[in-house]
């Protein structure tokens, strides 16, 4: 049987797109099954099974970012499993010509061309690793409301949109730019707030992260980045559509 | 006695004549001819240039990170201070607009710009003097075709006296040749292209020679390797076997590493992989293995005995340690007796850039990991990751010792005070 042909004949009905998203799951789980239980420090020894593959290709990632992309217990090494592949590409790109500055990073990707980064970022961006537990920021009540209020209603008097109304309901994202905040640890996100807020970090103008980046205090990156860190894993993993909702601000990685 | 006085002011006065002589007339510049400009070259010329500015690697230091290329502006920091690269593009007023030809051809084979300067030697006059002036002609009319760009020089950051280009008068009387290549007839016309384009437009030297402490190098210890100044990566040397010497390469596995990146033998990282992103993997099948027939028949010099077997020692705590972190780390992809898995993973025995004398680069590829250059040929490269935030100063050094002295390997044991000097620096 033709398998591709038939699945674009499959592809047709409904019913027949259920079925095949049933078995893709089935086949994610059994790669699942196949894969060696590992505590979260085995996950950072290089492995792969295939020597032709994106896995073993994409070794030179895993002692920071975990053999998944789930994210290491050392250091702020952010997860990057599930992240949209636009964001992850954008990433990448903007490492190697230096526009965004993280000498380790900056120096991997120094000679890697354009469809070789998309290709790595479309591979982490397809892994639906489990979420690790991190250690939680010891904040007071009145810091983790102030940072909930932020993330969820924003604030209109300052201009301030809410994180969840691009970075989706579940923290997940949003296709094709904008990144899941959800798993990240508190030191990650407070940096990278941080980083934007001066100037270090830039996205595609009209650069919307940086337009409220500004206009938070060190307190509100402080309150919304422990907030964001005690929030459970989500249902689930993968991210929102894009443009399902009307974006409150313009953003040049969504175009 | 007045007679004495009168020789002695004599002397001095031609003296002071030679000196202001040397200092005005300024050795290396050309009269300018006047030969018509070609107003509009052919496609095949301009396509000629764009090859040659390839095997130049014009980009590399013409363009900004993240910069429109050959508008200039890359800080290229040097042991006195930090040079910016001018804009090569044809704007009239921030760039090459207004030079002519010859003024182009002066630049390249004398090292005098259009003003009647001295270039500073980061500018690889000293290698391009070798190039023709047709090829000289041909990068002119690609550079005359590219978009425009204005994007002012910036002035170079050069500490006194350094930045007095009077004093490259000096420089070049001690380490300038001017004069384009000239055919070993005893040779053959591949063995003279490829020597014509590693002297010239491949400017080899300029990396895999030592620089002194007067950022000039010595033309008896060419391709003898040195520490690259500022980069904090070893060039090895392309003479000895114990270094990059390729005189036991196959012509296949040089012009691999020249054209992919990557070889049966090994694979290149750090600012070779930049040599071969921007520049060698654009040139022909041809080009790439002339230049490597004429690198492995370069005189074979070992500069140094290779070490006693007292040098090789290394502890039996410090051997099993190191062993131990490299089956747990690193034997899946160089396999546990170092063989590799070539091309996709170097093997690490039998490697000379693993045994060679300075242990620079084994060190930084364990603390930094790196990936492969992805070429034309070679387009999905593999990649190793970093370990400095796995690996301790001791661990590093001790796996680094172990991969130099298993499996027969040739090299010497490692200290931590090494890696921790490399760890202090954030790679480039």
Known sequence: MNLPGGLRFLGKSLLARALAAGLILVAARMACAAEPPGSPTEDTVPSFRTLDSMEARAQGCVTCHGQSGQGTDNGYFPRIAGKPAGYLYNQLVAFRDGTRKYPPMNYLVAYLPDDYLRELARHFAALRPAFAPHELPEVDAATLARGESIATRGDAQRGLPACIACHGRLLTGMEPGIPGLAGLRPTYITAQLTRWRVGERHAPEPDCMNRIATRLSDADITAVSAWLAHQPPPREAAPEARNLVRMPLACGSQR | MRSFARVVAVLAFFAALGALALYFL???????????????????????????????????????????????????????????????????????????????????????????????????????????????????????????????????????????????????????????????????????????????????????????????????????????????????????????????????????????????????????????????????????????????????????????????????????????????????????????????????????????????????????????????????????????????????????????????????????????????????
């Open chain 2, 26 to 428: 300024q050795p290396g510049m050309l009269p300018l001819r006047t030969k018509g400009l070609s107003a509009a070259p052919a496609t095949s010329f301009i396509d000629r240039g764009e090859y040659l500015a390839h095997a130049g690697d014009c980009v590399a230091c013409h363009t900004e990170p993240g910069g429109v290329q050959f508008a200039g502006g890359r800080a290229i920091p040097t042991p006195f201070g930090n040079l910016y690269v001018t804009n090569i593009t044809p704007d009239d007023e921030t760039g090459i607009g207004r030079w002519t030809q010859d003024e182009f051809y002066r630049m390249m084979h004398s090292g005098v710009s259009r003003d009647g300067t001295l270039l500073y030697p980061a500018m690889p006059f000293a290698s391009y003097t070798r190039v023709t002036r047709e090829d000289c002609d041909a990068i002119y009319a690609y550079l005359m075709s590219v978009a425009p760009v204005k994007h002012p020089n910036r002035p170079h950051e050069l500490r006194f006296p350094f930045n007095k280009r009077e004093l490259l008068v000096g420089w070049r009387t001690l380490y300038f040749r001017e004069g384009e290549y000239v055919a070993d007839q005893e040779q053959s016309a591949q063995w003279n292209r490829g020597a014509y384009l590693v002297q010239g437009l491949g400017h080899c030297a300029m990396c895999h020679t030592a620089v002194n402490a007067l950022g000039g190098s010595s033309e008896s210890k060419a391709f003898e390797g040195g520490m690259i100044p500022n980069q904090n990566w070893y060039a090895p040397s392309l003479t000895s076997n114990r270094e990059a010497g390729l005189g036991d390469w196959s012509l296949k596995d040089i012009a691999d590493i020249l054209q992919a990146g990557v070889s049966q033998r090994a694979t290149v990282y750090g600012p070779m992989a930049e040599v071969v992103y921007n520049s060698l993997q654009y040139l022909s099948d041809d080009d790439v293995q002339a230049m490597a027939v004429y690198l492995k028949g370069l005189p074979r010099r070992e500069a140094e005995p290779p070490p006693t077997s007292q040098e090789r020692l290394v502890s039996p705590r410090i051997m099993e340690s190191g062993r131990a972190i490299y089956q747990k780390q690193c034997s899946v992809c160089h396999g546990p007796e170092g063989k590799g898995q070539a091309p996709a993973y170097p093997p690490l025995a039998g490697n000379q850039s693993i045994t060679m004398a300075s242990p620079v680069n084994s060190i930084r590829m364990v603390l930094n990991g790196g990936y492969a250059p992805g070429t034309r040929r070679n387009p999905r490269p593999y990649g190793m990751p970093p370990f400095s935030h796995i690996l301790s100063d001791e661990e590093v050094a001790a796996v680094v010792s172990y991969i130099r002295v298993a499996w027969q390997n040739s090299g010497t044991p490692v200290t931590p005070a090494q890696s921790n000097e490399l760890r202090k620096l954030l790679p480039e």
